[in-house]
């Protein structure tokens, strides 16, 4: 066991855990942050997404020691419902989600992306998504949502 | 692990309020979760007003009250309660809609209340596309909503002194037509108090054609916290005191538990407990990541477990098993009428096991409290029945039935059932154990080794004959389908792996022959869409015209567990009919879409074949396509149509693929599905099921297949059960919804997928004439069907 500290939108954390465990669990069962879900465990899916110091990483496969003094961004910490992300506007104008359990992978990916590449293409956005799954295959959906997202990126 | 400062465990204050507001329309009470798991009734708070209904903890459950189904308070608010799950299907949208348009109330006054034993009422389970048929069924929540209305209209005419037929209603105010000042509210009628009145079959719903919120794109209630990442899923329930569970499954099918080593994960960490009932082990712990770590180190010595067909030879295998038979129809002359066809056409088509392959992998709280007839047991699970589950568990725990409730909470996509079922007999078997809340969440190995209850592999073997002029005059249908268990029920826990491994017998498929059909029925696809369905002498039940026909299903015994899987039997049965029809549509030199017309009798069927290739600018000639190169990249289009069940949902689709000869790559370029379910309660919601039935279809027709080696399966994770992700080609979808207001509600979330695989197939044909008949369409098969074209 080893405390950690460590920031989850923008709130700090200290944890008392097994340095090895993967971060997701801590987040979801230690500080009941629900956004990255476990699909896989095996970095092939994506549910358990959340970014590392603004990047995307899978934090099933990620050691909650790799995230020590580091800030984590889940999808809960883009926006709230009173004020609202442009890119959780995008999914909700576009209807872009089934069960929405894998939207933690979908969004994040997709936001780290468009914010440096607002004029992709829908070829560019499908290739940063590559390896994700929606197993209610609602990728068309998706996509217009992520296009939808540049457009305000750039507005 | 504890977290220092920051939240614990379950600590609903932390939430936001959406948050707990969803949690709190998943059956939930805040107090009722800071008090403790147990079989708690909530007190639902509408409005800050408690519903009378529920003040006294004892809600009906008897879906022939009125009072089950609604409950209207002083200051308007209307809740319902249903037993249709919501899964990401948007049927949770629907009966709000539902609610808000049968009783003329503002849409935010509804909350709909799903799913939940001690609250809602029994509706089976949410599944094969029956949800809108139900609800909007003599015995559903339509019915209850027009009882009520027309209750809440004869207690107004009452109060005002007027008859009903004076009166009218508008945003939950009945009133007189002519004056308005004469007016009375749904609250000051009902508020509070509840009908006591039995659901009137003759009650007069709304006509679909005067609704005004469905029918409508109303947004979905779930998306904003599904994007917000507050919605809370079973994978999210934490209940305090709560352990975690692991299953330890056997390596092989069948092997069977020799000797258990708990000294093997004595002094790990977490507290850790081993739990055994003959088959069945787990190890519980303090946390899930020891759980599993505990998992692998505990020491379990298994039998090796019979030996299982090989894959290579599965399908010739499938043939010769004892069978279990039906007739769906047997037109006596069908024999004569092939043997004195001007061409007989014979084809086999091959479909593998398949999986579900939800996102999340399965999970469920179980707390099972006490012990002997007093015990209670509280599930949280995202099963498709509350209370087929309570039944079965309430076996499987040896409880009587009411002590247990189970509570859904939406979990990933389930497409029929996944583990969500078998994950809750875990989880309750370890609580029982261990007398503690305990949660499992399955592995992805868990999931897709024996976890879910997988869709069967299918030999389908056709036979045609057509006259001189090319129209078929005999069609004959021979199919081969495992099965092993399927949903529990209050008598087979063993339909699912846990359960069995506890030492619950599975029912073993009993051979037997065929009765001769008395009614046509083609709830499985079996008869095409091109046969009239005549049995014996009842009128015609199918939408073709082929009058010869025989149609013969024989169900073997299954080595994995299998079951309902979106579209089950239909989709394979589907993926023959269309393929064969479009084989003699090319031999006979006809165009697909003119040769289907040509052979179907109903008329919405021709209208969504229609409407599908008007939409894809369907291009009107024979298959396969003139001046294609038989090397390099070649383009061609498919169709294939079905009435989805025989009669819930009519679609067609129109596949555009481009395929390399060279590599036997093949990408979709396009697909083009229309339907007509009926009246549709909210079409974007259709499109979105359409969308996504459309492209899953392509990744079971294109990718999946269970694999296995020995008696192992091997396609445990993303990588051995390939499916469709981002970054493969993503062709356009394009949906083209026939609305039908004057038609009764059919189901939505199956229909397309059924006929996904053949217009690949058919539009793979029509790019190169190689024909594929087997189920995926790997590079290989393709390379494979191109060397053997003619
Ligand atoms: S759960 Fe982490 S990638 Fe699947
Ligand atoms: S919306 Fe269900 S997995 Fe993507």
């Not at chain 1, 799954?133 to 992520?146: E, F, T």
């Not at chain 2, 609800?135 to 007027?162: D, H």
């Not at chain 2, 192992?712 to 080609?729: E, H, L, Q, Y």
Request: hydrophobic residues 40%.
């Amino acid at each position: 066991m080893a405390a950690i500290s460590f920031s989850v939108n923008g709130r700090p954390y200290n944890v008392d855990t097994d340095p090895d465990c993967p971060l997701l669990y801590v987040l979801n069962d230690e500080l009941g942050i629900s956004g990255p879900k476990f699909g896989c465990g095996l970095a092939q899916c994506g549910a358990c997404t959340v970014l590392l110091d603004g990047q995307p990483i899978r934090s099933c496969t990620t050691v909650v020691s790799e995230a020590a003094g580091l800030g984590v961004t889940t999808i809960e910490g883009l926006g709230t419902p009173e004020n609202p992300h442009p890119l959780q506007q995008a999914f909700i104008q576009e209807q872009a989600a089934q069960c929405g359990y894998c939207l933690s992978g979908i969004m994040l990916y997709g936001k780290t992306f468009v914010d440096s590449n607002p004029n992709a293409t829908q070829e560019e956005i499908l290739d940063a998504l590559s390896g994700l799954i929606c197993r209610c295959h609602a990728h068309n959906r998706m996509v217009r949502a992520l296009q939808s997202y540049a457009k305000a990126v750039k507005a | 692990m504890k977290p220092v400062n920051g939240s614990s465990n379950l600590n609903l204050s932390t939430w936001t309020p959406d948050a707990v507001q969803a949690f709190e329309k998943a059956g939930f009470s805040r107090r009722g979760f800071l008090r403790g798991a147990g079989a708690l009734i909530v007190g639902f708070m509408a409005g800050g007003e408690k519903l009378a209904a529920q003040a006294t903890g004892t809600r009906v459950t008897d879906g022939t009250q009125v009072d089950t189904w609604v409950a209207i308070a002083q200051d308007e608010s209307v809740v319902a309660y249903s037993g249709k799950c919501e899964f990401g299907q948007g049927f949770l949208t629907v009966q709000h809609q539902l609610v808000a348009d049968e009783l003329n109330v503002p849409y935010e006054r509804v909350k709909v209340i799903i799913c939940d034993t001690a609250l809602t009422p029994d509706q089976g389970t949410t599944s094969g596309s029956q949800s809108h048929p139900a609800e909007f069924g003599t015995a559903g929540l339509r019915q209850a909503l027009a009882t009520a209305r027309e209750q809440m209209f004869r207690m107004a005419a009452t109060r005002l002194s007027l008859t009903p037929d004076q009166l009218m209603v508008k945003d939950g105010v009945i009133m007189s037509k002519t004056d308005s000042t004469k007016r009375v509210t749904y609250g000051q009628l009902i508020g509070g108090s509840t009908f006591k009145l039995t659901l009137d079959t003759k009650a007069i719903p709304k006509d679909a054609a005067t609704y005004t919120v469905l029918g409508t794109s109303v947004p979905r209630v779930d998306i904003p916290g599904k994007v917000f990442g507050k919605h809370q899923y079973v994978q999210n329930v934490r209940v305090p005191g709560m352990l975690h569970g692991k299953p330890v499954r056997p390596p092989t099918i069948g092997a069977k538990v020799v000797s258990v080593n708990e000294a093997s994960v004595k002094g790990l960490p977490g507290n850790v407990k081993v739990v055994v009932k003959n088959d069945f082990v787990g190890v519980v712990a303090d946390r899930e990541w020891q759980a599993l770590q505990a998992s692998k180190e505990l020491d379990v010595t298994w039998s090796d477990g019979p030996a299982i067909p090989d894959q290579a030879t599965l399908y010739d295998y499938m043939r010769k098993q004892p069978t279990r038979d039906s007739l769906i129809v047997n037109a006596s002359d069908v024999d004569r009428n092939l043997a004195a066809a001007a061409r007989q056409f014979k084809a086999t088509y091959l479909h593998p096991y398949q999986i579900h392959g939800s996102m999340g992998s399965s999970c469920a709280v179980a707390d099972v409290q006490g012990t002997g007839a007093t015990a209670t047991a509280t599930i949280w699970s995202s099963t498709q029945g509350v209370y087929p589950q309570r039944d079965s568990a309430a076996l499987l725990l040896g409880l009587p039935r009411p002590n247990v409730r189970v509570v859904f909470v939406e979990g990933s996509g389930c497409y029929g059932i996944n583990g969500a079922d078998t994950v809750c007999y875990d989880a309750a078997l370890m609580s029982q154990a261990v007398g503690k809340p305990v949660r499992v969440q399955y592995t992805r190995a868990d999931e897709m080794t024996d976890g879910e209850n997988i869709g069967p592999a299918f030999v389908v073997d056709l036979t045609a004959g057509v006259d001189d002029k090319g129209q078929i005059i005999a069609w004959d249908y021979e199919s081969w389908a495992l099965s092993k268990g399927g949903r529990p029920n209050a008598t087979t826990p063993g339909n699912i792996i846990t359960a069995a491994l506890a030492g619950f017998p599975t029912p073993a498929i009993v051979p037997a022959a065929a009765n001769s059909p008395t009614t046509f029925g083609n709830n499985g696809n079996a008869a095409s869409s091109y046969g009239a369905g005549v049995v014996g002498n009842n009128a015609p039940g199918g939408t073709g015209n082929v009058r010869s026909e025989r149609v013969k299903t024989h169900t073997i015994q299954s080595m994995f567990f299998t079951g309902p899987l979106r579209s089950p039997n239909r989709l394979q049965n589907t993926f023959a009919n269309e393929s064969f029809i479009d084989e003699i549509a090319a031999a006979v030199k006809v165009d697909p879409v003119q040769y289907r017309l040509r052979h179907l009798s109903d008329a919405r069927l021709i209208d969504v074949l229609n409407a599908a290739a008007k939409a894809a600018n369907w291009d009107t000639r024979v298959s396969p396509k003139p001046g294609n190169a038989k090397t390099g990249v070649v383009t061609g289009r498919g169709i294939s149509c079905v009435l989805y069940e025989g009669d819930n949902g009519y679609c067609a689709i129109v596949a555009e693929v481009e395929v390399d000869q060279d590599s036997g790559v093949m990408n979709v370029k396009r697909l083009i599905a229309s339907q007509d379910s009926g009246a549709i309660s909210n079409p974007d919601g259709m499109r979105n099921q359409m969308e996504g039935g459309a492209l899953q279809g392509m990744s079971r027709a294109m990718k999946e297949e269970v694999k296995w080696s020995g008696n192992r399966i091997t396609s445990v994770d993303w990588v051995r059960f390939p499916v469709f992700k981002f970054g493969d080609a993503l062709p356009v979808v394009e949906t083209v919804i026939v609305n039908r207001t004057d038609k009764l509600q059919m189901g939505a979330g199956e229909c397309t997928i059924t006929s996904v695989a053949a217009a690949i197939a058919n539009a793979l044909y029509d790019a190169t004439g190689a024909r594929l008949r087997q189920v995926p369409f790997t590079p290989a098969r393709v390379l494979a069907a191109l060397k053997e074209r003619a």
